[in-house]
Antibody, heavy 126, light 107 residues
Framework: EVQLVESGGGLVQPGGSLRLSCAAS????????MTWVRQAPGKGLEWVAN????????YYADSVKGRFTISRDNADNSVYLQLSSLRAEDTAFYFC???????????????????WGRGTMVTVSS | AIQMTQSPSSLSASVGDRVTITCRAS??????LGWYQQKPGKAPKLLIY???SLQSGVSSRFSGSGSGTDFTLTISSLQPEDFATYYC?????????FGQGTKVEIK
């Protein structure tokens, strides 16, 4: 059974840092892109970052570029999100998701976030 | 970044109704779009990828169509478990961007 379990959330002051973890199990983690998505309380979904299966490519939302860093450890089946220079507007539930990447070299590969964790809450407040 | 605009923002419908949600991209994105369903307090669920490919295990009453800038998610016969918020997500380029969501409520 595929499982994704986020951890590391909590209350942090503006300007502070936090490291989120997502522990994966039940699938061959090293073969999948992984994505972080967040959702502020009562708001919509916001794509945050993703990372290629081997860690060689990483992409970020404009709102977090230069402040957040995504990484992974395939030996540990985990993906991480380092949050720095935190602002009140970073307050949100943070979800990690597996990207199935269906497709082929002829059609191209699509994003398909097929399994999600339950999320971890980050609150930025003084 | 590509802007994704969903309409309507919310709708009221009855069980058995045919429901259509649209998503418009600020530039052409070929067919690189997915649809997700989210219920309160839960993680999103993938419904459609590649604009029209139904994710395994998802009911066939859900269908997606469109290409370029205009896309549609259709629920052929609304069921009680379909009351939720729906989001589109473009995967044409980076950064990926979601639509603002469409809340489907019970009439």
């Amino acid at each position: 059974e595929v499982q994704l379990v986020e951890s590391g959330g909590g209350l942090v002051q503006p300007g502070g840092s936090l490291r989120l973890s997502c522990a994966a199990s039940g699938f061959s983690f090293r073969n999948y892109w992984m994505t972080w998505v967040r959702q502020a309380p009562g708001k919509g979904l916001e794509w945050v970052a993703n990372i290629k299966f081997d860690g060689t490519e990483k992409y970020y939302a404009d709102s977090v570029k230069g402040r957040f860093t995504i990484s992974r450890d395939n030996a540990d089946n985990s993906v991480y999100l380092q949050l720095s220079s935190l602002r009140a507007e970073d307050t949100a539930f943070y979800f990690c998701a597996r990207d199935e990447s269906p497709g082929n070299i002829f059609t191209g590969y699509y994003d398909a976030l097929d399994f999600w964790g339950r999320g971890t809450m980050v609150t930025v407040s003084s | 970044a590509i802007q994704m605009t969903q309409s309507p923002s919310s709708l009221s419908a009855s069980v058995g109704d045919r429901v259509t949600i649209t998503c418009r991209a600020s530039q052409g994105i070929r067919n690189e779009l997915g649809w997700y369903q989210q219920k309160p307090g839960k993680a999103p669920k993938l419904l459609i990828y590649g604009a029209s490919s139904l994710q395994s295990g998802v009911s066939s009453r859900f269908s997606g169509s469109g290409s370029g800038t205009d896309f549609t998610l259709t629920i052929s016969s609304l069921q009680p478990e379909d009351f939720a918020t729906y989001y589109c997500l473009q995967d044409y380029n980076y950064p990926r961007t979601f639509g603002q969501g469409t809340k489907v409520e019970i009439k």
